[in-house]
């Protein structure tokens, strides 16, 4: 464990160019499209792949829904809607023009709200709401990401997207911009993955590519930065500086993940945890708590385990799958203490505590 300060550096470069969004768009809630699904069922139900994907995509992100149903978005295969018995799953044949879901969210309302590489939708318990936001194409690919929605405390919906950061206060859809002298946060400029609300109503930005990460206290921006790793962990490659803010923890604390490793920010500073602490990778995508305060940890590049964090030490544990389904992208607790857990090759496994039992195809 090492005490860090505060400075971040850029690691990746990015594969989308940013365009800048000018003026004042609606957010139309109008178009609907029905959606006919199709329920996979066995003797135990199994996550079926009807797609075509390869091996590099995964289950990203997951949702149990204030009516018990679990909802798990993939990179390839659309959403799957699992009631406890079956599983139906729900693609560009249904409404969506994206089999390519990066993120989940139930609103108040219970709406659930869905972010592709083709823009947002909500799902209203009947039918697919495309969410009608204007997002300029972005060469060569054409996409238009939707990487990350939350609903603040005051119900504003924020969206992280390939163009910035946008917000929804129900009756208009506009960009977030903070300008400050010509030095502030820009979020056309500014690639932004994760979007995070804190206790004390602080949004927080992280994402590939930038300096660190952003906290907007409602009024300006603070950018918080981490001394370079390296000069600290020689043994780790690559700049990976920026960070994703994932979860406020049970104590205050909020924790970010990258490449090289987790962080905990106390509200003065930054401590790291890395493989020389404990954790099985220095590569980890989620991060979740579960009911009892544990902190779990997907980690993924190298191997294919999860990590659980008592406060003091680490305990890991693999998953039994094979060699092509090494990463883990979604971690989700269910109401009864389950652990679901999403990896590569678009495969869904539960953890009772005891044992993991495989919910997809071999």
Known sequence: MKQLFLSWGVFLVLLFAFTSCNGQTKGDLTKEKVSKSKVVSNKRPKLIKTQGSHEGDNVN??????????????????????????????????????????????????????????????????TFVEFQITLPKNPPSNRRNVFNIIQDRSGQLWFATVNGVYVYDGKSFKPFVVNEGGKGFLSQKNNVEYILEDNAGNIWFGGRGNKGVFRYDGQSITNLQLRNYNDFLPALQGNDHWAWPVLQDKNGNIWFCNWNGVYRYDGHSFTTFTKKDGLASNTVARIMEDKNGYLWFGCGAENNEICRYDGKSFTCFMIANGPRQKGIWSLLEDKTGNLWIGTRNTSLYRYDGTTFVNFSER
């Open 61 to 126: 992100c997951s949702l149990q829904d204030r009516a018990g149903n679990l909802w798990f978005g993939t990179t390839g295969e659309g959403i799957y809607k699992y009631d406890g018995k079956s599983f139906t799953q729900f693609t560009v044949k249904n409404g969506l023009k994206s089999n390519q879901v990066h993120c989940i969210l139930e609103d108040k309302k219970g709406r659930i709200w869905i972010g592709t590489a083709r823009g947002a939708y909500f799902y209203n318990g009947k």
